[in-house]
């Protein structure tokens, strides 16, 4: 399918005798945003790091953007420089500047020229609102920041999609905002992202679609309107309810 | 005190030199040429066993931990006797003492210095390396842009140690007869006779304010660099210009 940009299909993962993906099938279309939501130890993060193959899966199949993920034949390398992923707890390179770890990839992967690399960064750093922290080093950037940069960081390599596994979880409150304004325009400029989030009010505005997790399973998908207010699961009512008393 | 400085007066170039020009280098030149080469030699060598102790691949990793046992696990004095015996049969010409001490703190340091680069590499946290390969970077490349710059700069205090160490062994050439400190000075009490309390108060003293100030530089660049991680780790705010040179001052 042309407007398919991730295929799960029918994928298994196993940590010794402990079930954590259990027969995930869902599409990700390309433009679409998708929350993925659910309790924690659910499974969500193991299935986003299956995508650039972080984690592996022992059964099923995983295509990207039109290329089997899990292919023997695969360039490891060259394909996950072609996905954009950002962690939770930012790891951003300590010993570089913010426009060094942006350049990093472009310049060692794609074998662009050092001043190049280093236009390109700062162009993405004013995107995320840092223009003036190109030469900063991450010690000397709030959170929030350090999670934009690791945005620019992850968009140098203009990836056709970008998975943001709990962008903002490890951030204080009051910097979750500014995380979440770098995405939603990232949204609206068409980017297709699959992200893990318990920002709600994110999924609500920008999500086209809202997955549900729990024990591993896909519980159910929908769009945030009907997840929110008409959830089908009675795991998914007791997750919302739990969120809502909060 | 009298005797000392008579025989520093006296012997002082047989100490620091040896007989050069007249004859070979010895004495503190050449124990401070073997411990630099030797730990420069080590390095790198130390750094790819760290490698292969990490690595997932058996043919890698067995060779490299038996080595690193095997090194930590006997006295340096046991390997420089199987050096100084089998290397001229293993290579079938004679090998000078000074190669054989070479040899043998080559192949004992890198062991240690291994194990200090592997316990860099294992304390960064593993987002690193996920970070480094998410983007693209091959395990190389993430090695060497990414985990090695941050490994070995955290861990230059313990080589720094690892370097006096390696002076305080080099005193062992002395038993193969490397013209290094310890057999200098062994050569002078020869011709003295009568003062050997003195001859190795001197050498004491050689090796301990050489030591002593190395183990202090070390003290003084850990400090530094447990400064500035702190400063990276905790790094809510930016630190005002005057808040980092008051740091500077700080013990």
């Known amino acids: ?246 | 005190m009298g005797d000392i400085l008579t025989i520093l007066r006296e012997h002082g170039p047989l100490l620091l030199i040896g007989q050069y020009p007249n004859g070979p280098l010895g004495g503190l030149a050449v124990t401070f040429v073997l411990s630099v080469l030797g730990i420069a030699l080590a390095f790198p060598l130390g750094v790819l066993l760290a490698l292969a102790r990490i690595s997932p691949f058996r043919v890698f990793y067995w060779p490299a931990t038996a080595l690193v046992y095997v090194m930590r696990g006997v006295p340096l004095i046991m390997v420089i006797f199987w050096v100084y015996f089998f290397l001229p049969v293993l290579i079938g010409r004679p090998v000078s003492g000074f190669s054989t001490m070479l040899a043998t703190l080559v192949v004992y340091q890198s062991a240690y210095l291994a194990e200090i680069v592997r316990a860099g590499i294992e304390s960064l946290a593993t987002g690193q390396m996920e970070a480094a390969r998410a983007v693209g970077l091959s395990y190389i490349q993430a090695m060497r842009k990414v985990i090695l710059p941050q490994a070995l700069y955290n861990m230059v205090p313990a080589m720094l140690s690892q370097f006096v160490s390696t002076i305080k062994e080099t005193s062992l050439g002395y038993v193969i007869s490397v013209n290094e400190l310890t057999f200098a000075a062994d050569q002078i009490n020869s011709i003295l006779l009568t003062k050997p309390f003195q001859v190795f108060l001197i050498l004491a003293l050689i090796y301990f304010v050489l030591c002593f100030s190395l183990t202090q530089l070390a003290r003084h660049v850990e400090r530094r660099i447990t400064r500035k991680r702190a400063g990276a780790a905790t790094g809510a705010s930016p630190r005002s210009p005057r808040a980092t040179a008051i740091a500077q001052v700080l013990p």
């Not at chain 1, 929350?35 to 130890?41: E, K, L, N, Q």
């Not at chain 1, 034949?73 to 426009?99: C, E, I, T, W, Y």
């Open chain 1, 1 to 246: 399918m042309m407007n398919t940009m991730i295929t799960f299909n029918g994928v298994n993962k196993w940590y010794g005798a402990y079930h954590a993906l259990d027969d995930i099938s869902a599409t990700v279309a390309k433009g679409e945003v998708v929350v993925v939501c659910g309790p924690s130890g659910s499974g969500k993060s193991t299935l986003i790091r299956t995508v650039n193959r972080l984690e592996d899966i022992q059964k099923g199949s995983i295509e990207f953007d039109g290329q089997d993920v899990n292919a023997p034949s695969l360039d490891l390398n060259k394909f996950r420089s072609h996905v954009g992923f950002v962690f939770q707890s930012f790891n951003l390179f300590p010993h570089m500047s913010v426009a060094e770890n942006i350049a990093l990839a472009p310049v060692n992967v794609l074998k662009q020229s050092k001043s190049a690399a280093r236009a390109r960064a700062v162009e993405l750093l004013e995107r995320v609102g840092l223009a003036a922290k190109a030469d900063a080093y991450p010690g000397q950037l709030s959170g929030g920041q350090q999670q934009r940069v690791a945005i620019a960081r992850a968009l140098a390599m203009d990836p056709p999609a970008m998975l943001f596994d709990e962008p903002t979880s490890a951030l204080d409150p009051e910097m979750v905002g500014e995380v979440l304004q770098v995405m939603k325009s990232l949204a609206r400029d068409g980017m297709t992202m699959m992200c893990v989030t318990h920002e709600m009010g994110f999924a609500r505005e920008v999500a086209d679609r809202v997955w549900f997790m729990d024990h591993g399973k896909l519980v159910e998908t929908g769009t945030p309107d009907d997840f929110f207010s008409n959830p089908q699961s009675d795991r998914a009512r007791k997750f919302l309810s739990d969120l809502r008393s909060h």
